[in-house]
């Protein structure tokens, strides 16, 4: 007996929507690459980089609040609230 392309389509949303967790993490360090690389946009040539600790707070600062942002706004996404409270 085999499923039918209706059974078929709802496990794969099921198994997409069942990560959400994992999800957030993988846009959020994707999100960390590009704010890194938006923290070096202003240097003017080669000579002007320098990769320092100040660097990765900017990119920490900018990163963590839309996490924060991503939460808050897609709580429908993240409905259990243990792993959300566990990252505030």
């Known amino acids: 007996m085999s499923d039918t392309p209706n059974t078929q389509q709802a496990n794969r949303e099921r198994r997409r929507h069942s990560r959400p967790y994992v999800v957030l993490w993988i846009m959020m360090a994707l999100s960390f690459i590009v704010m ?4 070096f946009a202003m240097i003017d040539g080669w000579g002007d980089f320098r990769n320092n600790l100040n660097m990765v707070y900017m990119t920490i600062t900018m990163w963590a609040p839309m996490g924060i942002i991503m939460l808050l706004a897609m709580r429908g996404v993240y409905p259990n609230t243990r792993p959300t409270s566990r990252l505030w």
């Open 36 to 39: 890194s690389a938006a923290v």
